[in-house]
């Protein structure tokens, strides 16, 4: 007779289990720790090149703004020759210079500015502008483009000046003569050259409008100079804690 051995299973000892269990989680583990730090190192690359972008458009920010005063200066001592000529007791001896400092006050200079923000509205619309990780420098980003805010709502407030101060040049001056002055910009021929009226209350709400038009530049340019210093001071933050060169 025949006798069949059995065949015996051996059981695993539970520390057998509990290493695979380590094994198995630190596996885990370490493939969360590697996923990590590749994500954190993606940022932090990405956020050093937007820093670089940024530090780029405030380069920018701050010509626009030099040239900006610079071109206001221009704009005030037009409108002192045009309220010096305008009120003086020779006024039709002076009408070339009147005419052309009237019309060229809207052709001139820039009566707008416009920040270079593409950059930091990158980051703001991407909801991104968490990448930015330290703190003084998020701060100040967030102060210095709160004040460019401003420089735009301002930028309103002079374009409606500007449309004022062109309602009130039309009861005034000759739009042939205007057209002239932009197409050849010099001053017109004195010649048979004369305002529309002569009448002191629509002279007087002319020059009102001026003044208005004036004080409204003048309040941006006083903004866009104190914006070249916190662009300044923005710019020094980033290049000392991102080492930029």
């Not at 005419?99 to 060229?104: H, I, K, P, S, V």
Request: charged share 25%; proline share 2%.
């Amino acid at each position: 007779m025949e006798v069949h051995n059995h065949a015996h299973t051996s059981r695993k000892k539970w520390t057998h289990y509990f290493w695979e269990f380590l094994m198995l989680f630190l596996a885990v583990f370490c493939g969360f720790l590697a996923e990590y730090q590749l994500e954190h190192k993606i940022e932090k690359d990405r956020e050093k090149v937007f820093i670089k972008n940024m530090y780029k458009d405030l380069i920018a920010d701050t010509a626009i703004f030099r040239n900006y005063s610079i071109e206001s200066n221009e704009f005030a001592k037009e409108v002192d020759s045009l309220l010096f000529f305008m009120k003086g007791d020779n006024r039709d001896l002076h009408l070339s210079k009147i005419y052309f400092y009237a019309r060229n006050l809207t052709i001139s200079t820039n009566n707008v500015v416009f920040p270079s923000q593409p950059t930091y509205n990158q980051l703001k619309h991407s909801g991104q502008l968490r990448l930015i990780h330290n703190q003084d420098v998020a701060n100040t980003i967030s102060s210095y483009y709160q004040e460019t805010d401003i420089i735009y709502s301002q930028n309103n407030f002079i374009l409606g000046q500007v449309s004022h101060y062109w309602d009130l040049a039309g009861n005034l001056f000759d739009a042939g003569v205007f057209y002239k002055i932009r197409q050849e910009k010099k001053p017109p021929d004195q010649t048979n050259l004369k305002l529309l009226t002569n009448d002191p209350a629509i002279i007087n709400k002319f020059l009102v409008s001026t003044q208005y038009y004036y004080g409204s530049r003048m309040t941006q340019k006083d903004r866009v100079e104190k914006m070249i210093e916190k662009a300044v001071t923005l710019m020094g933050l980033i290049k000392k804690e991102y080492h930029l060169k």
